[in-house]
């Protein structure tokens, strides 16, 4: 498999992922702006939307959108428990926090990266992260992780969007449980892998 990424972009979250499996994969990084990849492939003809993760299957497909990504390789290895079997409650909460965390969190931070973004967007943009960390913050106390006690897919990708409030100089000091959640997760061995694979510490 070959995951196309961007260093600390939300394909970060299914690096992680990998890492955390053991699988065997190889990483190829993506201009966005000139949508070529590292080794000079045209990446709109690897996947035509234009953005960051595509997933290459040894099969030649090519599977998009992070959250079906991250399920998808939770699934090659449910012995692993990053996902719960499909059907039952907990993987619909494993899809309601997916959800949640790309349509509330990952898109509250679209004004910030880009260049065409009022002041006043961002302004609004920063109370709307700020009311949804104060949930996720909420929602974490008395729990190590999103779905409880084990470390799922969702904390993959809540880690990684909730990195980006450092570059944005997002102050989460309010936010106790979701900053001792951050550092919980970055201190897991294949977390520290995939940040070092992608140059980030």
Same mark, same amino acid.
């Given at each position: 498999m070959k995951l196309y990424i961007k260093p600390g972009a939300c394909s970060l979250s299914p690096?992680?992922?990998?890492?955390e499996l053991g699988l065997p994969h190889q990483t190829e990084v993506v201009d966005l702006a000139k949508k070529v990849?590292?080794?000079g492939a !045209?990446?709109?003809?690897? !996947?035509?939307?234009g953005y960051v993760p595509a997933l290459a299957l040894d099969s030649g497909e090519v599977l998009t959108e992070g959250p079906a990504i991250v399920q998808y390789l939770a699934d090659l290895q449910p012995e692993a428990g990053l996902a719960p079997a499909n059907g039952s409650l907990a993987r619909y909460r494993l899809q309601s926090w997916l959800?949640?965390?790309?349509?509330?969190?990952?898109?509250?931070?679209t004004p910030f990266f880009n260049p065409a973004a009022t002041a006043e967007m961002k302004e609004q943009a920063q109370a709307n992260l700020q009311r949804r960390f104060a949930y996720v913050n909420e929602q974490l106390e008395g729990h190590a992780f999103l779905l409880g006690e084990q470390f799922s897919v969702a904390d993959a990708y809540l880690f990684t969007v909730t990195s980006w409030a450092q570059f944005i100089k997002m102050d989460l000091s309010a936010f106790p449980h979701l900053t001792a959640?951050?550092?919980r997760v970055a201190a897991r061995p294949a977390v520290q892998r995939a940040l070092k694979a992608e140059g980030l510490i």
């Open positions: 690096h992680i992922v990998l890492e990849t590292a080794t !045209n990446f709109l003809a690897i !996947n035509p939307k959800t949640y965390i790309g349509t509330e969190l990952h898109k509250s931070f959640f951050q550092t």
